[in-house]
């Protein structure tokens, strides 16, 4: 695959604006820094597969380091868009340093092989307040996955604000996710067609939570697929520009 750091550029926070243009063309800018302890940096990143066009990349997480010896891992990490090709983290390295390295784990979000993903099938979803408690089974190359029980709770009316309390939660068990290893969730569908949105989820250890707002009450069953694919690594070495900065896309 093909990785290209178009450009890198610190000292923003969160004022950032999406706008279209007359030519169908969307212009994304992010304002300086007005202030406090928030610095985001911006990485305007392509990647591209040269084997398999189906496949569409992300960063999974990064690290940033300088000549000095500082070294950083990022603590918020998030992609403006996977066709728009740039994400942001936090914190940053001084500005006055003359490089940053930056070190990017990158996977796959689409075109996965067929030994790479596993389904849980036909799931009980049990009743709206209640935890059906199921301990299926299932492996994927080392890794197993054991899908511990589902807590079901009415689908959120109000898509402006939501709690994971409120939202039905599935959780998983993972074994053998050693290092470099990534494990995702593909897709989610319940039994009368609706695709399941999985609005977070969060980890510790060895079980991993994750949470639904848009199961159907109607729905009996749903299915899960996962993947488990092996990151890879890039690496560039560039000069962080500062101060207001624009990404221009043809949509």
């Known amino acids: 695959m093909e990785a290209t750091l178009e450009k890198l550029t610190t000292g923003h926070d969160n004022n950032t604006s999406v706008r279209g243009l007359g030519d169908g063309s969307v212009v ?4 300086a820094h007005r202030g406090g302890n928030r610095n985001n940096t911006v990485c305007f990143l392509r990647l591209r597969s040269l084997s398999d066009s189906n496949q569409m990349w992300t960063v999974a997480t990064e690290e940033a380091s300088d000549a000095t010896g500082n070294r950083i891992h990022n603590t918020s990490l998030g992609w403006g868009g996977i066709t728009d ?3 942001t983290f936090e914190p940053g390295l001084w500005t006055n340093e003359a490089a940053w390295k930056i070190k990017c784990d990158l996977k ?3 075109g996965f092989a067929p030994d790479e993903t596993i389904t849980f099938r036909e799931v009980p979803l049990g009743s709206v307040g209640a935890t059906n408690r199921l301990g299926r089974t299932l492996q994927v190359n080392t ?3 054991t899908l511990a029980e589902v807590c079901r709770q009415l689908p959120a009316t109000n898509s402006m604000s939501w709690s994971s309390a409120d939202s039905t939660r599935m959780h998983l068990v993972v074994n053998g996710l050693t290092n470099g290893l990534h494990l995702d969730l593909v897709s989610a569908r319940a039994d009368n067609g609706t ?3 999985c609005v977070s989820w969060s980890s510790g250890g060895a079980v991993r939570d994750y949470f639904f707002r848009n199961v159907p009450t109607e729905a009996r069953t749903a299915s899960f697929t996962f993947a488990v694919q092996s990151g890879r690594w890039v690496e560039f070495t560039a000069k962080p520009e500062t101060g207001p900065t624009r990404l221009l896309r043809n949509h």
């Open 28 to 31: 994304t800018e992010f304002g």
């Open 85 to 87: 090709g740039y994400f």
């Open 108 to 110: 796959r979000v689409k």
């Open 143 to 145: 890794v197993s996955l």
């Open 195 to 197: 695709n399941l949105d």
